[in-house]
């Protein structure tokens, strides 16, 4: 159109993989039969769908269009190009309870991105020169990073705080989290311990954690050698923050692909 351009897609896709058939033959004969009876070895992934969209949106005013400024139009010939992405979360496995058959039974946050193109050509009649500016991440979201786990202990730390929703997979505090979830900036980590009942004899309690109990549902703190309840106010802010989570140790890695903005100019002559 006049003022602006662009499509939108949005894909549905569905993949799977998996081998048919040996790739290995042992001489050994119990070698082979201990590869044959390894079901991972021929184990299938099954099909989940992780849709996606991307929209290209490009917005422009008009030739001659704005009042005229020293010969020119300086309103005329801009162009911004909006680039969206959106990809829903993959998939993936926690089953430290070792359940049989549990498989991908996680899904992690949504993607989604939205990069900005500005220009604007002036025309200096041999020469013209064109302004761009590219602004990438343009709301500076932050996107968990898996690569920020010192090691598998730092990664089970953080999966073991999530509060997750239910399974038999795993024991974690009922939640609506996802993998992929993040305390929010500057909030300080206030740990939360799930225990069946506080006043287990074996329990040996500390006074920084949040203790939820689970025969009452209940969330207590153990502050001056006696058992109180968590106040709704306390406890809501601790859990709108996410501040339970513990985040991994490698915290620069935590949060890559900032907000960047290019700024240029380019010319062109005519001959």
């Known amino acids: ?42 184990a299938q992934n099954r099909p989940l769908p992780q849709p996606r969209t991307n929209l ?13 400024v020293l010969g020119g139009h300086l309103l005329s010939n ?34 989604y991105n939205l990069d900005l193109r500005l220009t604007k050509t002036f025309d200096l009649g041999s020469m013209s020169a064109t302004f761009l500016m590219d602004a990438t991440n343009v709301f500076n979201t932050r996107r968990f990073s898996f690569a920020s786990f010192y090691n598998e202990f730092d990664r089970i730390d953080y999966f073991n705080s999530l509060h997750l929703p239910k399974s038999e997979a795993y024991g974690n505090i009922v939640g609506d989290d996802r993998t992929g979830d993040y ?7 206030q740990p939360i311990e799930q225990v069946a009942d506080v006043n287990d004899p074996k329990l040996v309690p500390k006074s920084r954690p949040f203790y939820y109990e689970t025969k009452t549902g209940r969330y207590m703190q153990f502050v001056n050698n006696a058992w109180q309840e968590v106040p709704s106010s306390k406890l809501k802010e601790v859990l709108d923050n996410k501040a339970y989570i513990d985040m991994p140790n490698q915290a620069s890695f935590t949060f890559l692909s900032p907000r960047d903005i290019f700024i240029g100019i380019t010319t062109s002559f005519k001959f």
Do not use: C, I, M
Request: hydrophobic share 30%; aromatic share 18%.
């Open 183 to 189: 305390r929010k900036s500057g909030v300080a980590f």
């Open 1 to 42: 159109g006049r003022w602006w351009t662009g499509f939108l897609t949005y894909t549905y896709q569905v993949n799977t993989s998996g081998r048919f058939g040996r790739d290995v033959e042992d001489e050994n004969p119990q070698d082979q039969r201990d590869f044959d009876n390894n079901t991972g070895n021929f």
């Open 78 to 111: 801009w162009s911004a190009t909006f680039l969206g992405a959106w990809r829903a979360g993959s998939y993936e496995t926690w089953n430290p309870n070792r359940v049989a058959f549990v498989s991908q039974n996680l899904r992690r946050k949504s993607f």
């Open 56 to 68: 290209v949106l490009t917005v422009h005013t008009p030739n001659s269009f704005g009042p005229k």
